[in-house]
């Protein structure tokens, strides 16, 4: 596979084939981005105006442009250029929930005509260039096709997980007052069958900015469709013209906006933009699953997520790739499912969450071996630290030992993968997300905020320039922008992550290091989750920890104060209370795996929660628990530890 190639001395190479080469391309994206990314840019995409300037950037302001001056569209990028030699080409593998019924291909053809129909359906409804557009959908081709239908117009879309609850949707809609919803009559996930719509009903009684909804059919469940606000998709697609010209926009347009929460307050809406994106996240897709002509990739995320939106919408369309997308869930039928989807396609490269291959490692191996795995050859994981033991099961019973594993680190913030192996050139290490990519520079902060230049050495992680799809703003707050991620390190983007480089100089990511708490590879801020318990009326106060958990890879703990008319509820029916609160304003996935209650929280002479310690409590590790002589209720501390869960 590490075929040596002729590569010309003078050019980026925009598919990496050697280590050798890898290093080459490293070495010049940190001494001459400009000249890398320009390059790389100029040869592999679809411009309609080239740019002035190839980066411009500014870490105290803070502000990040790349590409200026160009202009360009990404859905033509990723469907219209490749109508003319791949028009008959699978684009999107569909694959639903219930197994029984059939998958469905959609070609370029295919996925042209209905995205520029739903373009249109869009601009019927009157959506402008800049209009922000709330898709609240299941995994079903519909999806995929408003996220381009929006980029195709110009259109910003924000994308909200259909597992958030009507709460958390209100909220991410009034953000960034969206004026339309699309969304469809239900989803289904497993044995489930949820009902969206009415979870988008029940939103929109907050949300005075939407003006229409937009409903694709799934389930066939029967919906309540508002007269003058609600519309079927289908009917309106059907009769909508099948070409739509794409809007033109500047490098620098916005594309669109994701949520992901933050340690405090109120989720961020991370604003990505057109071309630096476009050209980062497609390299990036290309070199970190060595994607060839013919593959079949799946990354079985949700596009609710950012590793929907960069790798399995605009990554692998703009290098013209097959991707598949999952509606259901790995233990439905039955625990089977994921391997049972890899050999019915001929999957080849596989991208999914520890969390997935922890939950089906402790099944039986039988589920594995009754698939025939061989069209594997890349194995990727995402979103959360993978441990040993979930790495090596993945190893040896997926990949049989025959395909490199891709731990790929990076964020909603970066829009594209950062640090990761490249199959067949990087040597891996278990647990060890590896090198940094072509264009990305780490750097290890030590206490006191200095650069740690030495290998063998641990520290919090930032990088030191940016590359084309870091995420230009949060939407509507650029202060916060700058205060969470330009602030502690001044001239250093900051990832919130601790990380450790090894005496090679491969980067282990050790975990958050702020109040961010990743459950099942999802971000979880403990702000919000504990704003959602002091609703109850029985709670007076609140402090979420995480907690090592051998699936989800933490959970969540919650130590809770009660009022004096909650000491004498049944805790029992409390904690079931607590949750469902959590429940109706985050959704399922914030609910605490344990609940104490306490008379007391440790507190600083300040008032300040000393979480160290909870968590020190919730982790079992009792012998060192720090200094706690100068609490401002040192006793409490005994308390919680005889108490403990
Ligand atoms: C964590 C997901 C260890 C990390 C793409 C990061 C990881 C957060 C890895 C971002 C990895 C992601 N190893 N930790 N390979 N990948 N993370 O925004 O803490 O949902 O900051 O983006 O996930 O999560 P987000």
């Given at each position: 596979?590490?075929?040596?190639?002729?590569?010309?001395?003078?050019?980026?190479?925009?598919?990496?084939?050697?280590?050798?080469?890898?290093?080459?391309?490293?070495?010049?994206?940190?001494?001459?981005?400009?000249?890398?990314?320009?390059?790389?840019?100029?040869?592999?995409?679809?411009?309609?105006?080239?740019?002035?300037?190839?980066?411009?950037?500014?870490?105290?302001?803070?502000?990040?442009?790349?590409?200026?001056?160009?202009?360009?569209?990404i859905?033509?990028?990723?469907?219209?250029?490749?109508?003319?030699?791949?028009?008959?080409?699978?684009?999107?593998?569909?694959?639903?929930?219930?197994?029984?019924?059939?998958?469905?291909?959609?070609?370029?053809?295919?996925?042209?005509?209905?995205?520029?129909?739903?373009?249109?359906?869009?601009?019927?409804?009157?959506?402008?260039k800049g209009d922000r557009v709330?898709?609240?959908?299941?995994?079903?081709?519909?999806?995929?096709?408003?996220?381009?239908?929006c980029a195709?117009?110009g259109a910003i879309h924000s994308?909200?997980?259909?597992?958030?609850?009507?709460?958390?949707?209100?909220?991410?809609?009034?953000?960034c007052?969206?004026?339309?919803?699309?969304?469809?009559?239900?989803?289904?996930?497993?044995?489930?069958?949820?009902?969206?719509?009415?979870?988008?009903?029940?939103?929109?009684?907050?949300?005075?900015?939407?003006?229409?909804?937009?409903?694709?059919?799934?389930?066939?469940?029967?919906?309540?469709?508002?007269?003058?606000?609600?519309?079927?998709?289908?009917?309106?697609?059907?009769?909508?013209?099948?070409?739509?010209?794409?809007e033109?926009m500047d490098a620098e347009d916005p594309l669109f906006i994701l949520?992901?929460?933050?340690?405090?307050?109120?989720?961020?809406g991370m604003l990505h933009s057109c071309g630096g994106y476009?050209?980062?996240?497609?390299?990036?897709?290309?070199?970190?699953?060595?994607?060839?002509?013919?593959?079949?990739?799946?990354?079985?995320?949700?596009?609710?997520?950012?590793?929907?939106?960069?790798?399995?919408?605009?990554?692998?369309?703009?290098?013209?790739?097959?991707?598949?997308?999952?509606?259901?869930?790995?233990?439905?039928?039955?625990?089977?499912?994921?391997?049972?989807?890899?050999?019915?396609?001929?999957?080849?490269?596989?991208?999914?969450?520890?969390?997935?291959?922890?939950?089906?490692?402790?099944?039986?191996?039988?589920?594995?071996?009754?698939?025939?795995?061989?069209?594997?050859?890349?194995?990727?994981?995402?979103?959360?630290?993978?441990?040993?033991?979930?790495?090596?099961?993945?190893?040896?019973?997926?990949?049989?030992?025959?395909?490199?594993?891709?731990?790929?680190?990076?964020?909603?913030?970066?829009g594209?993968?950062?640090?990761?192996?490249?199959?067949?050139?990087?040597?891996?290490?278990?647990?060890?997300?590896?090198?940094?990519?072509?264009?990305?520079?780490?750097?290890?902060?030590?206490?006191?905020?200095?650069?740690?230049?030495?290998?063998?050495?641990?520290?919090?992680?930032?990088?030191?320039?940016?590359?084309?799809?870091?995420a230009r703003s949060i939407w509507g707050?650029?202060?916060?922008?700058?205060?969470?991620?330009?602030?502690?390190?001044?001239?250093?983007?900051?990832?919130?992550?601790?990380?450790?480089?090894?005496?090679?100089?491969?980067?282990?990511?050790?975990?958050?290091?702020?109040?961010?708490?990743?459950?099942?590879?999802?971000?979880?801020?403990?702000?919000?989750?504990?704003?959602?318990?002091?609703?109850?009326?029985?709670?007076?106060?609140?402090?979420?920890?995480?907690?090592?958990?051998?699936?989800?890879?933490?959970?969540?703990?919650?130590?809770?104060?009660?009022?004096?008319?909650?000491?004498?509820?049944?805790?029992?029916?409390?904690?079931?209370?607590?949750?469902?609160?959590?429940?109706?304003?985050?959704?399922?996935?914030?609910?605490?795996?344990?609940?104490?209650?306490?008379?007391?929280?440790?507190?600083?002479?300040?008032?300040?929660?000393?979480?160290?310690?909870?968590?020190?409590?919730?982790?079992?590790?009792?012998?060192?628990?720090?200094?706690?002589?100068?609490?401002?209720?040192?006793?409490?501390?005994?308390?919680?530890?005889?108490?403990?869960?």
């Open positions: 596979m590490c075929k040596r190639v002729q590569f010309k001395q003078h050019m980026s190479t925009y598919h990496l084939k050697s280590l050798e080469e890898y290093f080459v391309n490293y070495r010049k994206s940190i001494s001459k981005p400009e000249v890398f990314w320009g390059e790389i840019a100029e040869e592999h995409f679809l411009w309609r105006k080239p740019w002035t300037s190839v980066c411009e950037w500014d870490f105290d302001k803070p502000e990040i442009k790349w590409f200026q001056g160009a202009q360009l569209n859905t033509e990028n990723c469907i219209d250029r490749h109508l003319l030699t791949r028009g008959e080409q699978t684009a999107i593998i569909f694959e639903p929930n219930d197994p029984q019924e059939s998958a469905v291909h959609i070609t370029y053809n295919q996925l042209h005509e209905k995205v520029c129909k739903l373009a249109n359906v869009l601009k019927d409804q009157g959506v402008k709330c898709i609240y959908m299941p995994m079903i081709p519909e999806l995929a096709y408003a996220v381009l239908a195709r117009i994308v909200v997980f259909a597992g958030f609850s009507s709460t958390a949707l209100a909220t991410r809609i009034n953000d007052s969206c004026s339309i919803v699309v969304t469809s009559d239900g989803s289904y996930r497993g044995q489930k069958t949820l009902d969206l719509k009415a979870i988008v009903d029940e939103a929109l009684q907050q949300c005075p900015s939407i003006k229409s909804v937009l409903v694709a059919k799934r389930t066939e469940n029967p919906v309540h469709m508002e007269t003058g606000r609600d519309h079927w998709l289908a009917p309106l697609m059907e009769k909508a013209v099948s070409d739509c010209k794409p033109i949520y992901t929460s933050g340690s405090t307050g109120k989720p961020k476009m050209v980062y996240t497609a390299y990036t897709f290309k070199n970190v699953f060595q994607y060839k002509n013919g593959d079949v990739y799946w990354c079985t995320a949700d596009i609710g997520w950012i590793t929907g939106h960069s790798y399995i919408v605009y990554g692998p369309l703009a290098n013209g790739a097959t991707t598949l997308m999952f509606e259901g869930v790995p233990s439905y039928p039955d625990y089977d499912r994921f391997w049972e989807v890899v050999a019915k396609h001929g999957v080849n490269q596989f991208y999914t969450a520890p969390t997935a291959i922890r939950a089906l490692a402790k099944e039986s191996l039988e589920h594995t071996k009754k698939h025939d795995l061989s069209s594997l050859k890349v194995l990727g994981t995402v979103g959360e630290p993978i441990n040993e033991e979930a790495w090596h099961w993945y190893n040896d019973n997926i990949g049989d030992k025959n395909c490199p594993i891709v731990d790929t680190w990076w964020q909603t913030e970066t594209g993968i950062l640090i990761s192996p490249i199959p067949f050139l990087t040597p891996t290490k278990p647990t060890y997300a590896t090198l940094p990519l072509p264009g990305i520079r780490p750097v290890l902060m030590d206490e006191t905020g200095s650069p740690i230049e030495n290998n063998s050495a641990q520290g919090r992680l930032c990088i030191a320039q940016p590359w084309p799809s870091i707050d650029h202060q916060r922008y700058k205060d969470t991620y330009f602030s502690a390190f001044p001239g250093y983007y900051f990832t919130g992550d601790g990380a450790l480089r090894d005496e090679v100089g491969y980067y282990r990511i050790t975990g958050r290091v702020d109040d961010v708490i990743i459950v099942s590879g999802h971000n979880l801020g403990t702000a919000p989750i504990e704003d959602a318990i002091n609703e109850h009326p029985a709670v007076a106060e609140s402090a979420i920890v995480g907690f090592p958990h051998d699936v989800k890879g933490n959970a969540l703990y919650g130590y809770v104060i009660l009022k004096e008319t909650g000491a004498d509820r049944n805790t029992e029916n409390l904690k079931k209370e607590i949750n469902q609160i959590i429940t109706e304003h985050i959704g399922p996935i914030a609910k605490l795996d344990k609940i104490q209650f306490t008379p007391g929280l440790p507190k600083t002479r300040s008032g300040k929660i000393m979480r160290r310690i909870l968590r020190k409590i919730a982790h079992n590790e009792l012998d060192n628990l720090g200094d706690t002589s100068t609490l401002l209720n040192p006793d409490i501390v005994e308390h919680l530890i005889e108490n403990r869960l």
